[in-house]
């Protein structure tokens, strides 16, 4: 009986922390509290960040922030008019290339975003560089919007603590979220930052990352040939460690060239955004001339 109390108790409580990927509707797990991941992940952040080498190249690192700022806005945009407004709060946005090349890149809680070199060695300078760099952060970023690393620490605590302390994570516990955080994400590992997320957080980020760049003002086609270029860099048969755990990239492009004409139809014509998103207007910004009749949601 007592057992049965149990289970109910915690059936209920993790009921209760359910919330929902607003640009999917995708229902999700939430044990822990927006102020804590994001103290949590600033720590992690900041301790990898004492031992990146920050790229020295001004030109690349000057591309890498261009977009990454016009992703940012885009991302604050569409919170904005989807009135998510409370979450405008928690991101303060900072943009950084390593000159690690390994084939990678992120986005913490907070609005953390670190590209690789490896990443633009891959990209490229040809035409579509920009578009698939903005193919990059935007699902970098969809991975913050969407609140993965929340959702992912949670699974932790819960695989790590189990139902029985339940009750004290949602009521909030400090020490046992930032090691949640810190086993989610895996900073320092074999990877060089980041585990990569589950196979439906990376489809979801795919989708939400097309949705911000089209935004943005960047084609979302380019998505495609970025993914056609992270297979080929993986030989075909042994991925890449960025790629190892991911879902295949046969299956992305599939799932992207299906989403492209929809998002594209969607929100194609919105206005742009401000090139600077609001927790960086002291950097330098560029103007976008493309203009649109506003978000079509629903």
Same mark, same amino acid.
């Given at each position: 009986?007592? +057992? ?34 994001? =103290? ?13 080498? !920050? ?38 946005? #900072? ?15 907070? @609005? ?27 699902? #970098? ?22 139902? =029985? !302390?339940?009750?004290?994570? !949602? ?28 196979? +439906? ?15 943005? @003002? ?5 998505? !495609? ?18 790629? =190892?755990?991911?879902?295949? =990239? ?13 998002? +594209? ?34």
């Amino acid at each position: 009986m007592i +057992k049965k109390i149990i289970s109910c108790t915690v059936v209920a409580a993790v009921l209760s922390a359910c919330s929902t990927v607003s640009m999917t509707g995708r229902k999700q797990l939430n044990l822990v509290s927006e102020s804590e991941i994001l =103290s949590a992940s600033l720590t992690e952040y900041q301790s990898y960040m004492k031992s990146a080498k !920050v790229s020295t190249d001004a030109n690349a690192t000057a591309v890498v922030k261009n977009v990454a700022q016009r992703i940012a806005a885009a991302a604050e945009a569409y919170l904005t008019v989807t009135g998510q407004t409370d979450d405008l709060q928690n991101y303060a946005w #900072e943009f950084n290339l390593t000159q690690d090349d390994n084939l990678n890149a992120f986005c913490m809680p907070g @609005g953390k975003i670190v590209v690789y070199f490896g990443m633009l060695k891959l990209i490229g300078n040809g035409t579509d560089r920009d578009d698939e760099l903005a193919a990059v952060i935007g699902h #970098e970023v969809g991975h913050a919007i969407a609140k993965h690393g929340q959702e992912r620490a949670s699974q932790q605590i819960l695989q790590q603590m189990g139902g =029985s !302390v339940l009750g004290a994570v !949602v009521g909030g516990a400090s020490a046992q979220t930032q090691q949640a955080v810190a086993a989610a994400y895996g900073m320092g590992t074999q990877y060089g930052a980041l585990l990569p997320f589950s196979r +439906k957080h990376e489809l979801e980020a795919d989708y939400i990352g097309i949705v911000l760049a089209t935004i943005a @003002g960047y084609d979302a086609n380019a998505a !495609v040939t970025l993914w056609q270029k992270m297979e080929a860099a993986s030989g075909g048969s042994n991925p890449t460690p960025f790629m =190892s755990t991911h879902p295949s =990239s046969s299956k992305r492009i599939s799932e992207l060239q299906k989403s492209i004409p929809k998002v +594209k139809a969607e929100y194609g014509n919105v206005s742009q955004p401000a090139t600077t998103p609001a927790a960086t207007k002291s950097s330098t910004s560029t103007t976008s001339t493309k203009k649109g009749t506003g978000f079509k949601i629903g």
